[in-house]
């Protein structure tokens, strides 16, 4: 009986050690995107969304001097971003993240219109997984 329960203890703790060690297998993934005012901006991924964010403003100066330094950011891959500009009272872009595009272009749009823009189009869509323009 007691070599059972030694048994059964060592598949316990086995079993406590595989669950443990299951998040870090799956280790956790975040896009980001910095919008400039020509609508080149990549999306850039990192462990964090501290890095995302980081990697996207970098990535944004490589490729643009009008960077909004402002990155939108999101931990589920399926989502989208949509990439928003608008030309009044001046030039601005915006992104927004969301599971679909319309979703997305509506997060965008409130963060332009709660800061007073308008004449506003969605320049594209990105995938938050593979960055790719949808």
């Not at 406590?16 to 910095?34: E, S």
């Not at 330094?69 to 927004?96: H, I, Y």
Request: charged share 20%; with cysteine.
């Amino acid at each position: 009986m007691g070599a059972r329960l030694r048994v059964l203890g060592l598949l316990a703790t086995a079993a406590l050690l595989g669950a443990a060690a299951q998040p870090a297998a799956a280790q956790q993934r975040w896009a980001a995107i910095d919008p400039n005012s020509e609508a080149s901006s990549p999306v850039a991924w990192g462990a964090t969304e501290e890095e995302a964010r980081q990697r996207a403003m970098e990535a944004c100066k490589r490729v643009s001097k009008t960077c909004a330094n402002g990155p939108a950011s999101t931990n589920d891959m399926r989502e989208v971003f949509a990439l928003m500009c608008c030309e009044q009272p001046k030039l601005g872009c915006v992104a927004g993240a969301a599971a679909g595009r319309r979703e997305a272009m509506r997060s965008a749009q409130r963060m332009l219109a709660d800061a007073g823009y308008s004449n506003c189009s969605v320049r594209h869509y990105l995938s938050a997984g593979t960055g790719k323009r949808q």
